[in-house]
């Protein structure tokens, strides 16, 4: 992040020292810079802006630095706001009542120039790491939650690729297309995936709708799971639920031009969820005997 698209906000209520903070930001080259008189003007600022950086005094009337921390922090903005605050108050204490509440930085009034140009760059080189860090998590998840469950990319992300098995009480439903084979057998394999591709967004809309989990596609077959990874106490309603949509999804309606039929079997009862696989290979999967149940029952 170069200087000129860093966005700095000033909080003190000395106009003297906004002043100055606000000048020697400028020969810098920080051109975008505003400045709150008091506390409650920088909520209110911060409110309604994503600012890069905050140089906050902590001795304010209305609301004073301290406060302002911990607002920032309840909301959960420090994680991604860095805070460098430049006080008068140049005591022990002081600074540790505001590093604690996740400020970056404490500096000693009168500042010193050369100093606060060293602060400021390191401390937002480390937001554009951490920012870079985030970036890469949700293009991760996103790229990841094309293949398995969102919830359950989310959950792989965090833990670090280590998803522990998890036993539940679990609905499991499986579907696939009546003679799906044969069906295939008369037309070229482009149009297998054509329809395909049209078939599944019809019937995974209302599995979506009711919190089912596509776990697996198997070919034309899907095994979808209510209750594991996400927890829902009326799991078996709502699989069922799910079920006739999809079967009012399908009924009548063409896919490329194919009228197709759907399967589905639903079970209840007790199954293990979680990784299997061997090596570099994994797969997030459930086990148990509602899963056999759910498959001879389609």
Request: net charge negative; charged share 25%.
């Amino acid at each position: 992040m170069s200087a000129s698209e860093c966005r700095v906000l000033i909080v003190d209520d000395n106009e003297d020292n906004r002043y100055t903070l606000t000048r020697r930001l400028r020969r810098e080259g920080y051109t975008d810079v505003t400045a709150a008189a008091d506390g409650r003007e920088a909520l209110a600022r911060l409110a309604e802006t994503d600012f890069d950086l905050v140089l906050l005094d902590i001795m304010m009337p209305e609301m004073d630095g301290y406060s302002v921390l911990e607002n920032l922090r309840a909301s959960g903005r420090l994680a991604s706001l860095p805070v460098i605050v430049i006080s008068a108050i140049d005591d022990f204490d002081s600074v540790v009542r505001c590093i604690e509440p996740g400020a970056e930085d404490y500096l000693p009034k009168p500042f010193n120039a050369t100093l606060l140009r060293a602060r400021i760059a390191a401390v937002l080189e480390k937001k554009r790491l951490r920012d870079e860090v985030v970036r890469q998590l949700a293009v991760i998840r996103e790229v990841f939650g094309k293949y398995v469950p969102a919830s359950v990319a989310a959950q792989v992300v965090a833990d670090q690729g280590q998803l522990k098995p998890t036993h539940a009480t679990a609905t499991i439903l499986y579907s696939d297309i009546e003679a799906f084979t044969s069906i295939a057998e008369t037309m070229p394999p482009e149009q297998v995936v054509q329809m395909l591709n049209e078939y599944f967004p019809a019937v995974i809309e209302p599995v979506e709708k009711y919190g089912g989990i596509v776990n697996q596609f198997q070919g034309d077959a899907m095994l979808i799971t209510f209750n594991v990874p996400v927890a829902d106490a009326e799991h078996a309603d709502h699989a069922v639920r799910a079920v006739l949509e999809m079967q009012r999804a399908v009924d009548g309606k063409q896919f490329a031009g194919v009228q197709l039929k759907t399967r589905i079997g639903i079970a209840t009862g007790k199954v293990i969820a979680g990784n299997v696989g061997s090596g570099e290979r994994i797969n997030y999967t459930v086990h148990g005997d509602a899963v056999n149940l759910a498959a001879r029952l389609e």
